[in-house]
């Protein structure tokens, strides 16, 4: 049984430019939610989409933004890169109506903006 | 949503039990509390989660105060493979926010 797959695994972006990370969830999932997760932190919730629309957002710029795909799939894309945005990006994917302990989260892409 | 305080690390020895305490007095009667904890170069991945009462699974145990202001994360016998960040997130609607976690150090 297929988990979370993200895509790239790392990648290194310079200042400015643009970079959009994929995600495809585990298999029955339906729901996909992003999180940056800053050096020593705890990961950061960015948004969520289901049925290929952004459910809920947090406390990110509108250089983030999102997309969900038929077939579940997501990407999230960065413009604008700041030193900043460097950080590790999570995708999860869960199921609606949501079970407690639900989440599946991938390992990550780690993006360093230089 | 409401929020949770853990200390921000702690030790343990090898094949020893370890209690990873959590605080949660704002919580509402609808919130899950849920426990995921993240391994060193990987997303997190789910421990245990419960209501009210107190949970056993393969992993771990939940026992939840009475007045479920507290809760504590129970791992019987740790392991070196047990060395993680440990996150205490409290959720009604199953949608997860972090916090900062404790950091679990397990010595040999």
């Known amino acids: 049984d297929a988990g979370v797959t993200q895509s790239p695994t790392h990648l290194i972006k310079t200042r400015g430019q643009q970079v959009t990370l994929r995600c495809s969830p585990k298999?029955?999932?339906?729901?996909v939610s992003w999180y940056q997760q800053a050096l020593g932190q705890g990961p950061q919730f960015i948004f969520q989409y289901y049925e290929e629309e952004e459910r809920q957002r947090g406390n990110f710029p509108d250089r983030f933004s999102g997309h969900q795909f038929p077939n579940y799939s997501s990407e999230l894309n960065v413009n604008a890169l700041l030193l900043g945005d460097s950080a590790l990006y999570l995708c999860?994917?869960?199921?609606?109506?949501?079970?407690?302990?639900?989440?599946?989260f991938g390992s990550g892409t780690r993006l360093t903006v230089v | 949503d409401a929020k949770t305080t853990q200390p921000n690390s702690m030790e343990s020895n090898e094949e020893e039990p370890v209690h990873l305490p959590c605080n949660h007095s704002t919580i509402s009667g609808t919130d899950y509390i849920h426990w995921y904890r993240q391994l060193p170069s990987q997303g997190p991945e789910y421990v245990i989660h419960?209501?009210?009462s107190n949970v056993n699974n393969r992993m771990a145990s939940l026992a939840i105060a009475e007045d479920r202001k507290s809760s504590t994360l129970i791992l019987h016998r740790a392991t070196l493979r047990d060395a993680a960040v440990y996150y205490c997130?409290?959720?009604?609607?199953?949608?997860?926010?972090f916090g900062a976690g404790t950091r679990l150090t397990v010595k040999p």
């Open positions: 419960g209501l009210t």
């Open positions: 999860a994917s869960s199921l609606l109506p949501r079970v407690p302990g639900g989440y599946t």
């Open positions: 997130i409290l959720s009604v609607n199953n949608d997860m926010r």
């Open positions: 298999s029955g999932h339906d729901t």
